[in-house]
């Protein structure tokens, strides 16, 4: 019984699964290429078509050991190495027993397999120069490992731990989204800026040059700086210690004591803020003083031009220093004096003052002192004088050549004038009593 139902199971089991894989591209898969399954050889390709909609359809036939497959089976064409450049084979993942199971010749659609990316495809898309470059960068990658195959492996050890880390790093990034979004604004505008004034950096990094080859060139002098730097960082270090043992406290007693007087500082401080704002253009006129473009018009170029000025007149300086000298009495003598001579000048306009139709005029009364007036009950008597008594008597006195400074007015109460001062204006030559109304 038991040998019959080994017979019937021989009999009626299929020998092999029929299945159809639509892909993108067939990526040179031939017929009789492998299919497997974790590796193992599980079966092969018996048929390659393409579809009405032009997509690359493969039919395999799958050993009898590995199927049936069940739905949400992929398939993944792959190369099985470096060593073979167009040898190609299907890798199946099958899905789970618990799914449907295909039917007999069933499809797996394109959404569930994955074609080949064949490095020539990667080469075409690349221009020639850049097809150079990576060429040579694969050979430089190959004369650094050579003969160091085991460092290299050693440091393959490391790859799995930075990648992890790595991965914890992005993920922490992704984590900080908004963080990052603003550091790229931020890092944007900073760049921006960075743009908008790329002559004035670039004008930086030349002067930056300038400065470096002027340093390359006193190779010698900075040789010995280095050489007295120790020296001079010990003499610092030393001095750093003095302030901070002697100087330090000393401006902390300083401080403290005139913590009470630096109260009112904070007051005064607003109070100057009005006084500088108003000072800004005095101060540009200043500049504009003492230094304006063009030659021969400000103060700098006059300052400029005293050297020769005074080698033209250290000659005549003796002679003004001895005039200056020789006049200094009389100027002591005059000084007093001036209100007088500027009352004097100034008081003829009053004298011109009154006008009438004609236009100003001044009144006069001539002081001839030829009689002599006597008072009586008829209204005075005039007597003539004679010739040599003219000009002396009570009402006309004549000779005061030395009166002292304010003289030419009645004294006034409070003793100001006349002015005969007992200090360096003192005149020894004027007379007190020469003053309008006689003498007292």
């Known amino acids: 019984m038991v040998a019959a139902a080994v017979v019937v199971y021989l009999v009626t089991r299929q020998s092999s699964y029929q299945y159809r894989l639509d892909f993108v591209d067939a990526g040179q898969l031939v017929t009789g290429d492998l299919v497997r399954i974790g590796g193992t050889p599980a079966g092969s390709v018996d048929s390659i078509s393409l579809t009405p909609n032009g997509m690359a359809q493969v039919g395999i036939a799958l050993n009898s050991d590995f199927g049936p497959l069940h739905s949400g089976?992929?398939?993944?064409?792959?190369?099985?190495?470096?060593?073979?450049?167009?040898?190609?084979?299907?890798?199946?993942?099958?899905?789970?027993?618990?799914?449907?199971?295909?039917?007999?010749?069933?499809?797996?659609?394109?959404?569930?397999?994955?074609?080949?990316?064949?490095?020539?495809?990667?080469?075409?898309?690349?221009?020639?120069?850049?097809?150079?470059?990576?060429?040579?960068?694969?050979?430089?990658?190959?004369?650094?490992?050579?003969?160091?195959?085991?460092?290299?492996?050693?440091?393959?050890?490391?790859?799995?731990?930075?990648?992890?880390?790595?991965?914890?790093?992005?993920?922490?990034?992704?984590?900080?989204?908004?963080?990052?979004?603003?550091?790229?604004?931020?890092?944007?505008?900073?760049?921006?800026?960075?743009?908008?004034?790329?002559?004035?950096?670039?004008?930086?990094?030349?002067?930056?040059?300038?400065?470096?080859?002027?340093?390359?060139?006193?190779?010698?002098?900075?040789?010995?700086?280095?050489?007295?730097?120790?020296?001079?960082?010990?003499?610092?270090?030393?001095?750093?210690?003095?302030?901070?043992?002697?100087v330090l406290p000393a401006l902390t007693r300083l401080v403290n004591a005139t913590a009470p007087t630096t109260g009112p500082l904070a007051q005064l401080l607003p109070r100057l803020d009005p006084v500088l704002q108003e000072a800004v253009p005095t101060f540009t006129l200043l500049s504009q003083l003492f230094f304006r473009p063009g030659p021969n018009n400000d103060l700098y170029d006059a300052l400029v031009s005293l050297p020769p000025l005074a080698r033209e007149v250290v000659a005549d300086f003796p002679h003004a220093i001895r005039a200056l000298r020789q006049s200094t009495p009389v100027l002591e003598f005059a000084r007093p004096y001036i209100p007088d001579l500027v009352a004097w000048i100034a008081n003829w306009a009053g004298v011109f003052a009154t006008y009438d139709a004609n236009g100003h005029y001044g009144r006069t009364v001539p002081m001839l002192d030829a009689f002599n007036f006597t008072d009586n009950a008829l209204g005075g008597l005039l007597t003539q004088k004679l010739p040599n008594q003219r000009g002396s008597g009570a009402p006309l006195e004549t000779g005061f050549l030395h009166r002292c400074p304010g003289a030419a007015i009645v004294p006034p109460p409070d003793h100001s004038a006349p002015f005969y001062d007992t200090g360096p204006l003192s005149n020894p030559h004027c007379r007190p009593s020469e003053t309008i109304g006689g003498r007292p």
Do not use: C, H, M
């Open 73 to 246: 089976t992929t398939a993944t064409i792959r190369a099985p190495g470096l060593t073979s450049v167009a040898s190609r084979y299907i890798d199946l993942s099958p899905a789970p027993p618990f799914k449907p199971a295909l039917p007999a010749n069933g499809v797996i659609p394109a959404s569930d397999t994955t074609g080949i990316v064949d490095i020539d495809e990667l080469f075409t898309a690349l221009n020639a120069s850049t097809r150079e470059g990576l060429r040579r960068l694969i050979r430089g990658f190959g004369a650094w490992y050579q003969g160091k195959s085991a460092q290299a492996n050693l440091t393959s050890q490391y790859f799995p731990p930075a990648l992890r880390a790595y991965s914890t790093l992005f993920s922490q990034i992704d984590a900080s989204t908004p963080s990052l979004d603003e550091f790229l604004r931020q890092t944007s505008k900073a760049l921006g800026a960075i743009d908008a004034n790329a002559p004035a950096l670039t004008d930086s990094i030349t002067q930056a040059r300038i400065t470096a080859e002027a340093l390359s060139s006193e190779n010698r002098a900075l040789s010995q700086t280095l050489v007295n730097l120790p020296g001079a960082l010990a003499r610092g270090s030393f001095t750093f210690y003095r302030l901070r043992t002697r």
